[in-house]
């Protein structure tokens, strides 16, 4: 539970720099917020990447390029239910459309328990 925890944590600050990303490129230049949104996911992603090697699971090792692409390959079902809740979120709540964060934290809920259970998958064993 404790680690779970963590993770959670985790996912709020990779939340924050998701949502303040998206929101920045919609607002700020005026991007398509579908397109707005992989870029974003992809920061956040590599954030939270780091962030939970080292504290939620615990990994001594080094980072190394290949294990950040299979953890970006491993969040890809979870990065498709997240995007299909941003996506359905935006297109029918008129909320979320002014507001994009709103239908990123909807996708990133959506993601949790596929994201949690990847991550461990990807990072069993590997704090030895």
Do not use: K
């Not at 993770?7 to 700020?28: E, H, N, P, Y």
């Not at 579908?34 to 939620?56: G, H, K, P, Q």
């Amino acid at each position: 539970m404790n680690q779970f925890f963590r993770f959670c944590v985790v996912g709020a600050v990779g939340f924050v720099i998701d949502a303040g990303i998206l929101q920045s490129l919609v607002s700020g230049i005026g991007a398509n917020p579908y397109l707005a949104r992989i870029i974003s996911f992809l920061v956040a992603a590599s954030a939270t990447w780091l962030m939970n090697r080292r504290y939620t699971f615990e990994v001594e090792h080094a980072a190394t390029h290949s294990e950040w692409v299979r953890y970006v390959a491993l969040m890809v079902l979870g990065a498709v239910v997240n995007y299909g809740a941003f996506a359905i979120s935006i297109t029918a709540w008129s909320l979320a459309r002014a507001q994009p964060w709103l239908g990123v934290a909807v996708g990133s809920v959506a993601g949790l328990g596929i994201n949690f259970m990847t991550s461990r998958l990807l990072f069993r064993g590997a704090s030895t």
